[in-house]
């Protein structure tokens, strides 16, 4: 288990000498077990926060602190792994073994075997365990992607609009099932997206970036699973939908 | 239902030869009928001749392979992963490149004699491109997306190695053997013609002294079937090795 604390966190590109800024000044606190959700137009800066986090790019300014549970502070040593928006599985493993990926230095195979099957079950994909990433579809492939990452047992999931590229039935199934994923693991879990309804369905906060700046978070005080038709998903919605819109015009 | 459909144009040129033989339309002694091919075949076949011959050749192209394998395979790793190293050796390489293996022919023979010392170095400058070129793209050419998911799942280099880069450059790697292969058998039937004493090009070569086109055909004809049955044994291999490629059978919707 690990919260994360980004306290003046920067990015800044050089695209031909010129600097281009794509975070800036971002400080965000998030607790342990808690489920954020980050929203923004595309290019506002959500997937490098992310790619900062997990340490695929390297920070300008700032600091990322893990918080363990006893409270110590650390820049490294958070077990982390992201979910991208493809489901980037090895075309030359079968699912199952795709599945193990982030298993290799398990040095007990029977319990990396139980592990595996444990998450096929989760994911719903025990009849394609044999299968190989191009004879799925991209919904089965996103579970597969999903079902690595749990394998692996991260301190803190970070997911890149996992859903983006998925068909409104298959996105609809994915997100109940990582709301009782969240439940019953007690993960802690930043997940970014350019979809408002998703953001308030799954994030207990949600944090609203505007030209790689946080312009505001909004805490979503409303209990799982949510009812996207009640008034309250709804005017948060709107409230929300409002804040990114309304700077435009 | 293929392979009867791919049997129909050979069958047809055969025919079509016989005809010309039994009228007397094609000069024996320029192509004999294919019935006196068959029969030198066998000939050769029972003496022991062809099988002589051929292995020899075999013998050559397999060590030359090999010996290419273990020189060209660990450098376009190296270079592939090293790219500041690539600054060092790409003109060189693009200059050999450019030199047909067959010229080499006089220079080698003149350092190492008629023996098999040049049929085999032959052999590796004909391979040694295809199979280096190939598995250096396959190097570079690996997923960056996928290099990330190493990332994220904390690979070491050595993980990132044998678990993303070099299965992702399998597929070019065989290619790479199979293109080298067939280029190998080339090269060294060329440099069986011109300095050689055993082998299927002296075997032919040697017909063409003593004036008999029939052997001069078996042999034309040995090499081409060989050729077909090595590349059609990569081909095996590939869909063994690599289960993952060619299957396009889909489960699921979307």
Redesign the interface.
């Known amino acids: 288990m690990a919260g994360v604390e980004v306290c003046g966190l920067g990015k800044t590109y050089s695209i031909k000498g010129t600097p281009i800024s794509a975070l800036a000044d971002v400080n965000l606190d998030i607790t342990d077990g808690s489920f954020v959700t980050v929203v923004g137009k595309s290019g506002c800066g959500k997937s490098t926060l992310l790619r900062l986090i ?3 790019e390297s920070m300008t300014t700032g600091e990322i602190l893990f918080k363990s549970v006893n409270g110590n502070k650390s820049s490294v040593g958070a077990r ?3 979910v ?1 928006q ?1 489901p ?1 599985l ?4 079968t699912v199952e073994e795709n599945m193990a ?2 298993l ?2 398990e040095p007990d195979i029977r319990k990396a075997k139980e592990t595996v099957s444990q998450f096929l079950a989760i994911m719903g994909l025990n009849k ?1 365990k044999e ?10 492939a996103q579970r597969v992607a999903l079902g690595r990452m749990l394998c ?1 047992n991260p301190d803190l999931i970070l997911m890149d609009e996992p859903f983006g590229a ?2 409104a039935f ?1 996105r609809r199934n994915l997100q109940k099932l990582l709301i009782e994923i969240f439940q019953e693991q007690k993960k802690t879990i930043l997940f970014v997206t350019h979809d408002v309804d998703e953001a308030v369905f799954l994030g207990q906060k949600v944090v609203i970036i505007e030209d790689g700046r946080i312009s505001r978070q909004v805490p979503v005080n409303l209990s799982y699973p949510r009812e996207m038709a009640s008034h309250a998903f709804f005017q948060l919605r709107e409230d929300i939908m409002a804040n990114i819109m309304g700077k435009e015009i | 239902m293929k392979l009867i459909r791919g049997l129909y144009v050979p069958l047809l040129l055969l025919v079509l030869w016989w005809l010309g033989s039994m009228t007397n339309t094609i000069n024996h002694y320029i192509l004999p009928p294919p019935t006196e091919i068959a029969d030198t075949a066998i000939q050769l076949g029972r003496s022991g001749v062809l099988l002589k011959h051929l292995s020899i050749s075999f013998y050559r192209v397999i060590v030359g392979f090999l010996l290419t394998l273990v020189v060209a395979l660990p450098l376009a790793v190296i270079l592939g992963m090293k790219r500041d190293m690539n600054d060092y050796f790409d003109p060189f390489l693009a200059f050999i490149r450019h030199i047909p293996p067959i010229a080499c022919i006089p220079i080698l023979i003149l350092w190492f004699g008629i023996g098999e010392p040049p049929k085999i170095a032959i052999i590796i400058l004909a391979t040694f491109f295809p199979i280096f070129l190939n598995t250096l793209n396959g190097v570079l050419g690996c997923d960056k997306k996928l290099l990330e998911v190493g990332r994220v799942f904390g690979f070491n280099a050595r993980e990132r190695f044998y678990r993303i880069i070099l299965p992702s450059a399998l597929p070019s790697i065989i290619i790479g053997m199979r293109l080298g292969f067939g280029y190998s058998w080339r090269a060294l039937i060329g440099a069986e013609l011109i300095a050689a004493s055993s082998g299927i090009g002296y075997m032919i070569i040697d017909a063409e002294q003593i004036s008999r086109p029939d052997i001069i055909i078996v042999g034309i004809i040995t090499i081409g079937i060989s050729g077909y049955i090595i590349d059609y044994t990569f081909l095996k291999l590939t869909s063994w090795f690599m289960p993952w490629e060619d299957r396009s059978v889909d489960y699921g919707g979307s």
């Open positions: 997990c340490g695929l982390v792994n992201m991208f493809e980037r090895m075309p030359w493993l990926v982030g290799i230095r394609f299968a190989y990433p191009s004879q799925i579809s991209g919904g089965m692996y998925l068909d298959t």
